[in-house]
């Protein structure tokens, strides 16, 4: 009896059973013993088309994340921080930079328009809205844990070269003040991936820039990776910006 209320409640509901099962599909790729930090960074991973003022293309990578009740770990203290519930992908603030027009790309092909709605080009991240959900990349619930230190594993998805959604692996190899490096691998199109901790915590961005140039200068990096550190990202700012949108949006739409 119970398969049958199973069943029955599948075809009553046809098109989240497809839903889930192409969700599932892609889920089911990840190796149920992995670490929560690998299904993170794979389960929330986008691709960011982008086409500049000079109506040239490149390619980014994005993550999306849920703020809402963030968890912040300060060495084993956690503290819940409250803030209204937002969804946004998480980028580099390089990726998007004089972006004219952003197509957000799921690992089923399905294409999303979106906007930038922050930006921090000191730090190199930045925040993007969706136009319409997404339909099989999971939103990560926001967390921290202020435990960066030099050995800790750390996994990011992104899209080097033609290698689309490619789980790289790491430890922490150095800290620099607002930044950190990593060992793991990164080509073009990996830029803007989040970086996750082995429990699935959120560590930073990665901006890949080089030692040899200064800071703000996106560069090829083959050996290391660096990733700036989500530590003071302004998640209010974050929040307020997308209200914004909201109620100018509902005003719009009200003139009409």
């Given amino acids: 009896m119970k398969n049958l209320l199973i069943i029955l409640t599948m075809f009553l509901q046809p ?3 497809g839903e889930y099962t192409e969700k599932s599909l892609y889920q089911d790729m990840v190796h149920d013993s992995s670490p929560q930090g690998v299904k993170n960074a794979v389960y ?3 691709m960011i088309q982008v086409v ?3 109506n040239r293309g490149s390619m980014g990578t994005g993550n999306l994340v849920e703020i809402g009740d963030t968890e912040v770990d300060f060495s084993g203290d956690s503290i819940d921080i409250t803030f209204k519930t937002a969804r946004v992908v ?3 603030q390089h990726v998007v930079d004089g972006a004219q027009a952003l197509i957000i790309v799921e690992k089923n092909g399905n294409m999303i328009p979106a906007s930038v709605i922050y930006e921090d080009k000191a730090k190199d991240i930045a925040a993007i809205v969706l136009h319409s959900e997404p339909t099989i990349t999971e939103a990560i619930k926001f967390k921290q844990k202020r435990d960066n230190k030099i050995g800790k594993e750390v996994y990011h998805c992104g899209h080097p070269s033609i290698i689309p959604f490619n789980l790289s692996k ?3 190899t150095s800290l620099q003040g ?4 990593t060992d793991s691998f990164s080509l073009p199109g990996s830029s803007g991936s989040v970086v996750f ?6 560590i930073g961005i990665v901006v890949s820039v ?3 140039q200064p800071f703000g200068l996106p560069e090829l990096i083959e050996e290391v990776v660096r990733v700036s550190l989500i530590d003071y990202l302004d998640i209010q700012g974050i929040v307020e910006a997308i209200e914004h949108e909201q109620s100018g949006a509902e005003s719009g739409n009200g003139n009409n």
């Fill in 178 to 181: 607002n930044h950190i490096v």
């Fill in 170 to 172: 790491g430890i922490i």
């Fill in 44 to 46: 929330s991973s986008l």
């Fill in 90 to 92: 998480l980028t580099a």
């Fill in 15 to 17: 098109n989240k059973v």
């Fill in 52 to 54: 500049g003022e000079d």
């Fill in 210 to 212: 080089g030692f040899d």
């Fill in 197 to 202: 901790g082995k429990r699935g915590d959120v």
